[in-house]
């Protein structure tokens, strides 16, 4: 099957740096790649959608200076989270949806990031 | 507003037992339903998903899942629940093309 390869899968940081998660779609072009974020024994929270060459669509609430997210291709989507702090560790997933046919029939998702911020 | 519910935050079932996990969904169009498991740490790995068609559908592991338009109900079913089964289980709707909204979850406990 489809593969979405996520990377770093952990990453320990301290606050003020920045931190740069990469999400790529191996055997397949994504024209659309997702971020969620999800809390300890919580959902899948969605941050932003973007799409290959254009900016990304944040969710309300969603800091989009913060969370700053790249798909420059159609196999690699990129969320950095600048100057993180505690509040910002987390979980983060990212899926990516394949191009043509019923989109959603096509949708994978990364194995997460685990980020703590120190 | 779109919507997804999970009644049972936890579900504690003998290894061997029948399960069911519930799902609800409120959804203007056309619901595109998924099941998600999801082991401690872990991405997550897609069950089984409806689009149109039989309203009962088989997924991996053993798992179905029967479509109630009625009920607006995506339940999650399997006969005979395995040890390796105890993980999170998530309930999602989208639609032809949009983002996928997430239940809040249900963890399945798996008792000897």
């Known amino acids: 099957g489809a593969v979405v390869s996520q990377h770093p899968s952990w990453v320990i940081c301290k606050s003020g740096t920045s931190v740069k998660i990469e999400c790529r779609s191996l055997?397949?072009?994504?024209?659309?790649m997702f971020w969620y974020r999800q809390f300890p024994k919580q959902s899948l929270m969605l941050m932003a959608t973007?799409?290959?060459?254009?900016?990304?669509?944040?969710e309300q609430g969603v800091e989009k200076d913060k969370f700053l997210i790249n798909h420059a291709s159609l196999t690699l989507s990129t969320l950095t989270v600048t100057s993180a702090h505690p509040e910002d560790s987390s979980f983060y997933i990212c899926?990516?949806?394949?191009?043509?046919?019923?989109?959603?029939?096509?949708?994978?998702f990364g194995s997460g990031t685990q980020l703590s911020v120190l | 507003a779109q919507s997804v519910t999970q009644p049972d935050i936890h579900i504690t079932v003998s290894e061997g037992a029948s399960l069911e996990l519930r799902c609800n969904y409120s959804?203007?169009?056309?619901?595109?339903l998924f099941w998600y498991v999801q082991s401690p740490g872990q991405g997550l790995q897609l069950l089984l998903k409806?689009?149109?068609?039989?309203?009962l559908v088989q997924g991996i592991k053993g798992f179905e899942a029967e479509f109630k338009r009625s009920q607006s109900s995506f339940n999650l079913r399997k006969p005979s629940v395995h040890w390796s089964d105890a993980a999170e289980y998530f309930c999602?709707?989208?639609?032809?093309?949009?983002?996928?909204?997430f239940g809040k979850g249900t963890r399945l406990h798996i008792l000897p």
């Open positions: 899926s990516a949806r394949g191009v043509g046919g019923a989109t959603n029939e096509k949708l994978f």
């Open positions: 055997d397949f072009q994504a024209t659309t």
């Open positions: 973007s799409n290959e060459g254009s900016k990304a669509t944040y």
């Open positions: 959804y203007g169009a056309t619901p595109y």
């Open positions: 409806y689009f149109s068609g039989d309203t």
């Open positions: 999602a709707v989208g639609a032809y093309d949009d983002k996928i909204i």
